[in-house]
């Protein structure tokens, strides 16, 4: 887009291979955007990559390593000069509680919901403060800011996200860098129906288990990974100007019942 509202920006989206995060790929790129995204599943990426061409620049990777975050930024630099726009939207949800989440559960969900989204901020932080600025947005949940049942390591992660948000606003506030949070609550991705969740995967089962989910919430139905999308690109771009520290709660009206 010769207009669009991330013209000549650079951006770069963790987990961009399905989900919220293909979804923002996709938005960020007709928004006149270059976006380098990753994730783990190569397939997935390079099918995002032939549908969206050569603004779309994907890079195998795995968040929980601390080379591979490094590797990322460091490309992403290579490839196009410099980053504007950090998204860190790759995480993992898991269930369990107090008593039945297990050891490697607690620290998988930690190392990816938490650490990552700590070491791709860093990493991208030198480079925002030398071109005198730059964007963070941070996906966390509306069980980061409410909690949830049979959740306990995902809801601690996305709550440890959501202090993040507002610290790192605080620290950087003065360096022109803004830092901001999108908080979804249930919205339907790919992975649904790949884990499982509705117990079967045929579109009856899955129709039912969106209708069943949605009428919990006071909008009556479940977001789409593109609402989730728009708000990011909100927090991405100059309309939010004077916008940080903000956690954002796109969830159907879940957080204010």
């Known amino acids: 887009m010769a ?26 790129t007709q928004e006149g955007a270059q976006v380098v995204f990753t994730g783990r599943r190569r397939e997935l990426g390079e099918a995002v990559v032939r549908e969206m061409g050569p603004d779309a620049f994907y890079i195998v990777a795995d968040h929980t390593q601390p080379a591979d975050c490094e590797r990322c930024v460091a490309e992403t630099v290579a490839r196009y000069g410099r980053v504007d726009i950090l998204f860190n939207n790759a995480g993992i949800v898991t269930k369990g509680t107090a008593e039945t989440i ?7 969900t930690i190392d990816l919901n938490v650490t990552a989204v700590w070491q791709m ?29 049979d959740a306990l390591a995902y809801c601690v992660s996305k709550g440890a996200v959501v202090q993040m948000t507002r610290s790192m606003a605080l620290d950087h506030a003065r360096e022109n860098i803004r830092v901001n949070a999108v908080c979804p609550g249930d919205t339907f ?6 884990k499982g969740y509705f117990e079967g995967s045929d579109p009856v089962t ?34 939010s100007s004077f916008i940080t520290g903000v956690l954002l709660p796109v969830d159907g009206g879940n957080t204010a019942a």
């Open 189 to 194: 991705v790919e992975r649904w129906v790949e």
């Open 121 to 149: 901020s860093r990493l991208v932080l030198p480079h925002f403060r030398a071109r005198g600025g730059g964007v963070i947005i941070n996906n966390a949940s509306d069980w980061g800011l409410v909690g949830g049942k």
């Open 206 to 239: 899955v129709a039912q288990g969106l209708a069943e989910t949605g009428a919990a919430l006071p909008l009556g139905r479940v977001g789409q990974a593109e609402e989730i999308a728009k708000a990011v690109l909100f927090l991405a771009c100059d309309d």
């Open 102 to 108: 297990s050891w490697e559960t607690w620290q998988a």
């Open 3 to 28: 207009h669009g509202r991330l013209q000549n920006k650079v951006a770069l989206i963790t987990g961009g291979t399905s989900g919220i995060g293909a979804a923002t790929v996709r938005l960020f």
